[in-house]
């Protein structure tokens, strides 16, 4: 089922033992435009921290509920990994991240989740994976590696260009609720099409200019 991202912003997020805060922002991969991150508002809860929800915490996706459920507990989420917000997501840290929740690494293997096409949601006692990839051992990670995490609200001020011509700007992506991938940018066509809204798959050729701020179709 296609989710509208844009929907899901300042819903709230709740721990198996409590409120943990609300959808802020999205990170997703720009080379495969997969939802690697959601990134948690926790209020006063933990304030002054940048809090990253990975897609594996929480299995299905439930949009149509009024709380996302995350399959942590609170004290899970505090003990993680912290990250600076002004910091850029690099790939130590996201070692370090998923080591944490015992989780397999998504950047190992040729499925959009590493070994899987779909984040896996199942954790047993001991904080590992149901079936863990532990004979898959973590290649050496570049000192300056880029782990490509982009932010959809940033995205969402972008123009878009066909050619020479601008023919709106971003206002929305339809996401595969089932693997977290963007599937689709939604479009406002402005005064081009006043009113208008148009989707354009993500899997035509489609270049970002971060220098521009434009998205060129």
Not at 154 to 180: C, E, P
Request: proline share 6%; hydrophobic share 35%; glycine share 8%.
């Amino acid at each position: 089922m296609l989710q509208s991202m844009k929907a899901l912003y300042g819903r709230k997020l709740g721990a198996t033992d409590g409120d943990i805060g609300h959808v802020q922002d999205f990170y997703f991969d720009d080379q495969n435009w997969a939802v690697r991150y959601v990134v948690a508002n926790t209020g006063s809860w933990l304030p002054g921290r940048q809090v990253l929800i990975t897609p594996h915490a929480f299995g299905d996706l439930q949009p149509a509920e009024k709380h996302l459920c995350v399959n942590l507990t609170r004290q899970q989420i505090e003990d993680c990994p912290p990250i600076e917000s002004h910091k850029t997501v690099s790939r130590q840290y996201e070692e370090a991240y998923y080591r944490h929740y015992g989780w397999p690494f998504y950047w190992q293997g040729s499925s959009l989740w590493g070994m899987s096409g779909f984040p896996i949601s199942a954790l047993t006692g001991d904080g590992l994976p149901d079936e863990p990839v532990a004979a898959v051992q973590p290649e050496p990670v570049p000192e300056k590696a880029d782990a490509h995490l982009r932010s959809t609200q940033t995205l969402r001020a972008y123009h878009v260009a066909a050619g020479a011509k601008t023919i709106g700007h971003i206002h929305d992506f339809l996401m595969d609720s089932q693997n977290w991938a963007i599937t689709h940018l939604v479009v406002k066509t402005g005064s081009w099409l006043p009113g208008k809204e148009i989707h354009i798959p993500v899997n035509r050729e489609i270049q970002i200019s971060y220098e521009h701020s434009i998205v060129l179709i």
